[in-house]
């Protein structure tokens, strides 16, 4: 199981203003997934990038691939309240042999947005 | 949308007690997961089900823990002896098929107490 280190662990900002995440591992993983918790709930996916640089964009929220398939981030431009949550990066990883993949979470960063 | 199903919400059982969590996953998903989260610690794969069977375990998911899809849509997982340690958040996530590009889809999670 290889390790997802998430920076920064907390963040507070202003509303209005841009942020950005960051999920950074030593290994190579098949695809990054991104995902929101709230408080006693389970994590909901936001995004999976799959291709070295690849870029998705959700609304307000831009996710990155690095061109090594072994980071990735996450930037929010003008922060809302309702941003405010837990954001885990989560990386796949094959088993050669299995053909099954494995989910491998980071800790999170924990956004607050003060209105 | 659909969803993935997890009862119950909340289980207080004694140590040394068996306790079976359920989840009904969404239902043309074909893989199925448990995952677990002790509190203020990071989401941790234990084992994945396909075909009626176990594809990985974790080494978190030893002999105490047992799963099982009796009827074709509930997914149990089963703790024989509970300990402290289990106490927990359990999540169950299902995927349409298996592929990177394919994400989990969570339930809202048990919060597993042993007293």
């Known amino acids: 199981t290889q390790l997802l280190e998430q920076s920064p662990q907390f963040l507070s900002i202003q509303e209005g203003e841009n942020l950005t995440v960051y999920c950074n591992s030593s290994?190579?993983?098949?695809?990054l997934q991104w995902y929101r918790q709230e408080p006693g709930e389970g994590p909901v996916l936001l995004v999976t990038?799959?291709?070295?640089?690849e870029v998705k964009k959700l609304k307000r929220l831009t996710f990155q691939f690095g061109d090594a398939r072994k980071d990735s981030s996450l930037h929010i431009t003008a922060a809302q309240p309702g941003d405010t949550g837990l954001y885990l990066c989560?990386?796949?990883?094959?088993?050669?042999?299995?053909?099954?993949?494995?989910?491998?979470f980071g800790k999170g960063t924990k956004l607050s947005v003060i209105p | 949308e659909p969803e993935v199903t997890q009862t119950p919400s909340h289980q207080v059982t004694q140590m040394g007690q068996e306790v079976i969590l359920r989840c009904v996953p969404i239902?043309?998903?074909?893989?199925f997961y448990w995952y677990r989260q002790i509190l203020g610690q990071k989401v941790e794969f234990l084992v994945s089900?396909?075909?009626?069977?176990?594809?990985?375990k974790s080494e978190i998911f030893d002999d105490q823990f047992s799963v099982e899809r009796p009827d074709g849509s509930n997914f149990t997982l089963k703790i024989r002896s509970t300990k402290l340690e289990d106490s927990a958040m359990y999540f169950c996530?299902?995927?349409?098929?298996?592929?990177?590009?394919?994400?989990?889809?969570f339930g809202s999670g048990t919060r597993l107490t042993v007293v």
């Open positions: 089900f396909y075909n009626n069977e176990i594809s990985e």
């Open positions: 996530a299902s995927r349409a098929d298996r592929g990177p590009s394919y994400g989990y889809t």
């Open positions: 239902s043309n998903h074909l893989y």
């Open positions: 290994s190579v993983f098949s695809s």
């Open positions: 989560a990386g796949l990883e094959s088993y050669s042999g299995a053909g099954s993949y494995q989910l491998t």
């Open positions: 990038v799959v291709t070295g640089g």
